[in-house]
């Protein structure tokens, strides 16, 4: 399998390609093999996927002989391992496309064959189930796609509430009142992100995106020490001060510690994130720095997320008996190289599906923090749903409540879906020849308990989930907080209040920009080079004097981001913050705080944390709104890989693979960027342009995902 997973096909032959006369031997014309170039005329200008660096992208893979050694650990049965030693067998023995097997790449996928003419269903109107319509209809034009959504509006948790007014007197105007009641920012170094820019550039929507650069203030993040905010460093040249602070106080021996630290036992599959920073740098980075990142993220405990499920740390976590060195796997890159990888080939992929010439997205994306949207983050789901409304094989389908889906009586290739349109107070059926749910794990484990009881009550026991509540803060005539993102509360705090943290949106907004698409010098037309489409065998350098260009790639000579970040000193005179309460730290309470109380807890931190000093006149004007989002996000606790691959493996038996459990339950995160990732490859698996990547890479990823015992 690494033999595998470690190449990639070369898709032209270098030794007649005009492109190879550039001496910095890169390839500037096609990524495709000359015979495949009539099928995809579109990518005339992608950059040849090279191949990776034979330690780049994948994970290290089970032996069969420790498959065996291990089989209740890893697998629980003899023959399970015997049948995961076959999988591995039979993709190790795929050296190409020619001799992939449909049924080979079903069974890695879970996804079964579609056909022309086929119908998909997609359960779900949030960003997860948009994303993955407007990606397979533009993939799949031949298919009929009905989205169904139980709400009147779209966009799941992405929830933003333009004010009807604005306060009087004040400066503020809508974009500085928006209140936004769920997620609100898109991270800019996330592949998800990219693909969402992507889609906007092909909508012709770019402009409407606003960034926030790495080098500004409002980049800054912090932690609540000793019950003040205190900033974490946000460069090379800070992190000196930072040590020599009381804050640091029992982290200078940490990097020491994780130099000597022993990996876990071959036969520890999971631990705890706490557990496992504990190990490697000791219990004070846990517990005042990782706990507090956890509750940003899951609104979760560092103690019971899963070391191997969550963001960033499962990369590295997976590969300890390789590199041990925590710190030295995120110095050198070892454990984000691969996701690096995977967002260009990504990025690759929807430009082909889309049609579009190739924009350097993925180097340009690393400059910014995060990314924010002036009419708020539901204006995304919302322009989403309406470019939809333009698709002729896409139909979307509110107010309709899903009640099961099982497999058709009468034809074992079709899914029935059961559903109640409430508007008009009506059961009827829809059938499909695929079936994506991408709703909650509760709401999914309902409608699949008719056709696979057994099914239903292991996502019962696999998941819970935390309840938030989300209090949104306008003070319109003084500005209350720091220039920064915002900041987390660690476990080792005094929290009276159950916070979790507070973000300051007027300095986000107020840092964030509309970005400019610029040529970068360059010895060629750049208009012309985007439209033009070459014929079989020709090059695109044939039309271009190649000697004015030797020492330049190709793709770094197009466009390039020309971002002005605004400088707002001082910061203006109203604030807009929001703060999080509860999560994991309600876990278990049979009575949750009233509006009222949250209202004073919020007063209490805004007095404590950042000196408000609001006087009774500044108390009459301010607006403190409060919603507490029951079940909100799933927690990915200790053994949660294990656990999703049982529930993928009982769903594609009860389901013939005509049933595909995604969203933030099923899913590789609870971001917005990790749903679009994984609506873009269920989409990427039906496309004709998926077979751009060597199906090594591609069988590797989802081997990876879905079939973590596989890995260390």
């Known amino acids: 399998m690494q033999t595998l997973s470690r190449s990639v096909v070369t898709l032209r032959d270098s030794h ?7 001496n910095n031997g890169t390839y500037g014309g096609r990524i495709l093999a000359p015979e495949h170039e009539q099928s995809f005329p579109h990518t005339n200008v992608l950059e040849n996927l090279e191949r990776p660096d034979k330690n780049l992208d994948f994970l290290p893979t089970q032996s069969p002989s420790r498959i065996r050694k291990q089989t209740h650990t890893l697998f629980g049965s003899a023959e399970d391992a015997e049948a995961a030693i076959k999988l591995l067998q039979e993709v190790e023995a795929v050296t190409g496309w020619d001799n992939l097997k449909p049924e080979l790449e079903a069974r890695v996928t879970r996804l079964a064959e579609l056909k022309d003419g086929d119908s998909v269903v997609i359960l779900g109107a949030g960003i997860s189930g948009l994303t993955l319509a407007w990606v397979l209809a533009r993939a799949r034009p031949d298919l009929t796609i009905k989205v169904l959504e139980s709400k009147l509006t779209v966009g799941g948790w992405m929830n933003s509430e333009v004010p009807a007014t604005l306060p009087a007197g004040s400066e503020m105007n809508e974009k500085d009142a928006l209140l936004e009641w769920g997620p609100r920012t898109l991270q800019g170094t996330h592949s998800g992100t990219h693909l969402i820019r992507l889609i906007l550039t092909e909508m012709g929507l770019f402009d409407k995106i606003a960034y926030v650069s790495k080098s500004s203030p409002a980049n800054r993040k912090g932690i609540l020490f000793e019950g003040k905010p205190y900033q974490l460093p946000a460069s090379n040249g800070q992190v000196l001060k930072f040590l020599r602070s009381k804050i640091s106080s029992g982290l200078k021996l940490s990097p020491f510690k994780d130099i000597i630290a022993r990996a876990r036992p071959l036969d520890v599959r999971d631990e705890s994130v706490g557990s496992y920073v504990t190990r490697r740098f000791g219990a004070v980075a846990a517990q005042r720095f990782l706990s507090a990142i956890m509750r940003g993220i899951y609104a979760g405990d560092v103690d ?9 740390i499962g990369r590295i976590y997976a590969l300890e008996h390789d590199s041990p060195s925590m710190l030295a796997t995120m110095v050198n890159g070892s454990g984000t190289r691969a996701d690096n990888y995977a ?3 990504n990025s690759l992929l929807l430009q082909a599906i889309l049609r579009m010439p190739f924009e350097e997205v993925d180097r340009e994306m690393k400059k910014y923090s995060v990314a924010v949207f002036d009419q708020g983050i539901q204006w ?35 899914v029935v879906v059961k559903v109640h349109e409430t508007l008009v107070d009506t059961i009827k059926e829809v059938k499909a020849d695929l079936v994506v749910s991408t709703v909650p794990g509760f709401k999914a484990s309902g409608f699949v308990k008719k056709q696979a009881p057994g099914l239903s009550e292991l996502i019962d026991r696999s998941f819970k989930y935390t309840t938030l509540a989300v209090v949104n803060v306008i003070i319109p005539h003084k500005f209350v907080g720091e220039n920064w993102f915002g900041y987390l509360v660690p476990k080792t705090e005094k929290n009276p209040e ?3 943290g507070v973000i300051f949106n007027t300095a986000v907004r107020q840092a964030a920009s ?9 010895p060629f037309d750049t208009v012309k080079l985007e439209q033009k489409t070459t014929n079989p065998g020709e090059s695109l350098l044939e039309y271009h004097d190649a000697e004015k260009f030797v020492n330049e790639h190709l793709r770094r000579s197009l466009l390039t981001d020309l971002l002005q970040t605004p400088q707002v000193t ?32 919020t007063l209490e931190v805004l007095k404590k944390h950042l000196n408000a000093n609001l006087s009774d006149e500044d108390l009459s004007k301010v607006d403190i709104q409060v919603k507490i989002h029951q ?16 529930i993928k493996d009982q769903t594609s038996k009860a389901f013939g693979n005509r049933l595909f459990l995604s969203g933030t339950a099923f899913g590789r995160g609870v971001g917005i960027g990790d749903c679009v990732l994984d609506s873009f490859s269920i989409a990427a698996r039906y496309s004709k342009e998926r077979k751009l990547v060597f199906p090594g890479v591609y069988l590797n990823n989802w081997l990876a995902t879905t079939f973590p015992s596989l890995f260390k």
């Open 16 to 22: 007649n390609d005009p492109d190879k006369q550039l």
């Open 304 to 312: 019971e997320l899963s070391a191997r499920s969550v963001a960033r």
């Open 343 to 345: 967002a260009m080939t």
């Open 380 to 414: 995304l789901p919302k322009t989403i749903e309406s470019k939809l409304a333009d698709l002729p094989n896409v139909h979307l389908l509110k107010k309709n409540d899903v009640q099961s889906v099982e497999l058709d009586p009468t034809d074992s290739n079709k």
């Open 498 to 500: 159950d916070l979790l």
């Open 514 to 522: 509309p970005v400019k698409r610029v040529p970068l010098p360059n």
């Open 570 to 601: 001082p910061m203006p005179e109203f604030s807009n913050l929001t703060l999080m309460l509860g999560g994991h730290l309600w876990e278990g309470r049979t009575e949750l705080p009233s509006e009222s109380e949250l209202k004073e807890r």
């Open 631 to 646: 079940d909100c996000i799933p927690q990915y606790t200790v053994g949660h890989k294990e656990r999703l691959q049982v």
